[in-house]
């Protein structure tokens, strides 16, 4: 196996786990389960996203925002036909944003944000969503856009049977 190969796969089973790992969170809060241990869960979904970015700019980007702009505009264009490479700027926003919650949660023990803020939780984890549905679904292809659609469809199952199955508490 040559060095790219290994980068190519480092990359891409980053982003995998990275995924994985807000699907397995969100599924927990979508099925009310506890958020104890899914704090470590979500800090090593964080840790992939980081390992992602980092071995994508170091292995195709030379370390060169203008070299990812640049080829996250041709590819939208190439999808969409939208000159386009807010993408990159998005991507950059999911890891701060990451980022702080990781923090938030860990310095206040609580998963979502409570009170007249909560907004910003759901906003940020449908902001995810958006992002990894067309990561997956839309820009993906193969193996990729399957996995996509299994997460979110397991997603919408789960959401599914939490609003119409009688809860045993109730």
Do not use: C, D, Q, Y
């Given at each position: 196996?040559?060095?790219?190969?290994?980068?190519f796969i480092l990359v891409r089973a980053s982003i995998w786990l990275a995924v994985l790992a807000?699907?397995?969170?969100?599924?927990?809060?979508?099925?009310?389960?506890?958020?104890?241990?899914?704090?470590?869960?979500?800090?090593?979904?964080?840790l992939a996203y980081l390992v992602?970015?980092?071995?994508?700019f170091a292995g195709f980007y030379h370390w060169s925002h203008?070299?990812?702009?640049?080829?996250?505009l041709r590819q939208t264009a190439e999808l969409t036909g939208i000159d386009s490479g807010a993408g990159i700027w998005l991507n950059y926003l999911i890891g701060i944003l990451w980022i702080i919650d990781v923090i938030?949660?860990?310095l206040s023990g609580?998963?979502?944000?409570?009170?007249?803020w909560h907004w910003l939780s759901a906003s940020f984890h449908v902001f995810l969503a958006f992002m990894i549905f067309n990561g997956?679904?839309?820009?993906?292809?193969?193996?990729?856009?399957?996995?996509?659609?299994?997460?979110f469809l397991a997603l919408a199952t789960v959401w599914l049977r939490a609003r119409l199955l009688p809860h045993p508490e109730s």
């Open positions: 196996m040559t060095s790219v190969e290994l980068l807000w699907a397995v969170v969100m599924g927990g809060w979508l099925k009310g389960s506890s958020w104890r241990s899914t704090w470590l869960i979500w800090t090593a979904g964080l992602h970015v980092a071995t994508a203008a070299i990812a702009f640049s080829e996250t938030r949660w860990r609580k998963a979502w944000i409570v009170g007249r997956t679904v839309v820009f993906g292809n193969g193996p990729v856009r399957w996995f996509g659609v299994v997460i």
